[in-house]
């Protein structure tokens, strides 16, 4: 897409900005507001209940660059939820900007502002989503077993990685001596695998809510690194490709 908008003239380029404008202004008040009035099953970061929720309250806000028609735009959607299982707050945001020119796959990007630092399952294979989401039902609710459902998940990323060995430990130095993952993750995903053990075996303690932290950041740190970052880093290649074509 980009290739396309960079070989039509300068004018053509402005009424194609235009029509982006508007057709922006229709998708944010059509897409990013379509679940509004409707039940959303949500999984609360709270209580780790899956529910049907609905909006409380919502609201707009838009950033503007540059002059028209040249303009470029990021829009936010808050949107405020309240978890009928145990009645606490869940703040969401929608975010899409005109940055990201390629139309055709012109995402959405949706996470949690609060509770702050939780994860969003976006980008992730759906094996690997649905691993992950099964662990953080309980992260707030069985310690040991959320340990256990991360070192799954953790399983789950070595197979879709092609790891081989006979065990977590060998599949992971496997990825780690093919440059899927770098050394400090490996270290990080050997931490994860250490914690998994004690909360699969009680005489080797109790996973604590210390634990439940560091498995959460290192589990993030290494689904950002495989999945998510890629794709923003072909997304802004895309954009710099694009203005460095335009000079
Ligand atoms: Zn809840």
Redesign the pocket.
């Known amino acids: 897409m980009c290739r396309k908008i960079l070989s039509i003239t300068a004018n053509k380029r402005n009424n194609f900005l235009c029509s982006v404008v508007i057709w922006n202004f229709l998708y944010r008040n059509d897409v990013m507001k379509k679940n509004n009035n409707k039940e959303i099953l949500k999984l ?6 899956r ?1 049907p929720m609905i909006v409380a309250t919502s609201y707009e806000h838009q950033i503007i660059y540059g002059d028209p028609p040249y303009t470029d735009e990021d829009n936010f959607l808050w949107s405020l939820f309240v ?6 707050p ?1 703040l969401d945001e929608k975010f899409r900007s005109s940055f990201e020119m390629d139309i055709d796959r012109w995402p959405i990007h949706e996470k949690t502002l609060y509770p702050y630092a939780q994860v969003n399952l976006r980008g992730l294979p759906e094996n690997i989503s649905k691993s992950y989401e099964a662990a953080l039902k309980v992260r707030h609710i069985e310690h040991n077993a959320f340990a256990v459902l991360i070192g799954r998940t953790l399983e789950i990323i070595c197979k879709d990685k092609n790891a081989r060995g006979n065990n977590l430990f060998e599949k992971l130095d496997y990825l780690c001596e093919q440059d899927v993952i770098p050394g400090r993750l490996v270290e990080m995903a050997h931490g994860i695998r250490q914690l998994r053990n004690i909360g699969a075996h009680a005489d080797l303690g109790e996973i604590v809510e210390f634990d439940i932290q560091i498995l959460t950041d290192f589990t993030e740190a290494i689904l950002e690194y495989i999945y998510r970052a890629p794709t923003r880093l072909e997304i802004l290649q895309n954009r710099l490709n694009t203005l460095n074509k335009g000079e």
Do not use: F, L, M, V
């Open positions: 609360c970061p709270h209580c780790g209940n529910a978890c009928p299982n145990c009645d606490k869940i």
